[in-house]
């Protein structure tokens, strides 16, 4: 049984819909991930294993780039991906609209047909192909809680729970990022114009702590029981040796 099935038009959403595939079969297994590219082996029929495995996910993530309200091909019966929604629909399985990009807007009633209108009022997703790795894990989240077979094989999940370790991925950045818990593996740094103590390795780091300069000085912190003796340098009157 596919626990998600992909639902996508080709020119309009195939490389989110190729990243979307990639993501979660990485973490929930590949063999709960549908999309037909793959997913239809040579020989099987297109029409029938697409109504199956319809029938056999959970839910389906309908990709939408910024055209999809608008392709004509949307109002024909005999469109796919029209008839991957209705199915679903018809089979009272889960359908969210997966916005491609940053700058496609959520549906509108009035751009659809009367058949598909009860997406505009469906909360929707969102994947920017070319910042990928965070909507994909947040995606991948949202299905987790709502599957509960998906969340079963989350691969993410028993990684994070087995070393207690967080994983997290940090590009450039202009502010602060804190990693609350455990690092596992090497880290690589570049620090300019450092202006303050840094810390890369194992072992105390000391700051804050007094200055002393001279031939030499005392420093007592606590309590004290007892005299403190101690010589610099040459006593007054001393002769200098020769």
């Known amino acids: 049984m596919h626990g998600v099935f992909i639902n996508y038009r080709t020119g309009d959403g195939d490389e989110a819909a190729a990243l979307l595939e990639q993501g979660l079969s990485n973490r929930f297994g590949k063999e709960r991930i549908f999309r037909a590219t793959n997913s239809i082996q040579p020989g099987q029929s ?3 294993e697409l109504i199956m495995a319809v029938h056999n996910s959970a839910v389906l993530l309908a990709v939408m780039g910024p055209g999809w309200a608008h392709d004509r091909r949307l109002r024909d019966k005999s469109d796919w991906v029209r008839r991957e929604i209705l199915e679903a629909y018809a089979s009272k399985i889960t359908v969210i609209p997966v916005l491609k990009g940053r700058r496609t807007e959520r549906l509108k009633a009035a751009d659809l047909p009367a058949e598909l209108e009860r997406l505009a009022d469906v909360q929707s997703l969102r994947l920017d192909p070319r910042d990928n790795e965070m909507d994909i ?4 989240d949202f299905l987790a809680e709502l599957v509960p077979a998906l969340k079963k094989a989350d691969r993410q999940a028993s990684r994070s729970t087995d070393t207690g370790a967080v994983y997290n991925t940090a590009s450039d950045t202009r502010g602060t990022v804190t990693q609350s818990r455990n690092i596992d593996g090497d880290v690589g740094t570049v620090i300019k114009g450092n202006r303050g103590p840094v810390h890369t390795g194992k072992g105390d780091i ?12 005392t420093y007592i912190q606590g309590d004290n029981h007892g005299g403190i003796s101690h010589r610099f340098g040459r006593a007054r009157g001393e002769e200098e040796e020769r």
């Open 137 to 140: 894990r947040r995606i991948g």
């Open 46 to 48: 297109y029409p029938e």
């Open 206 to 217: 000391n700051q804050n702590t007094n200055h002393f300069s001279g031939d030499g000085a």
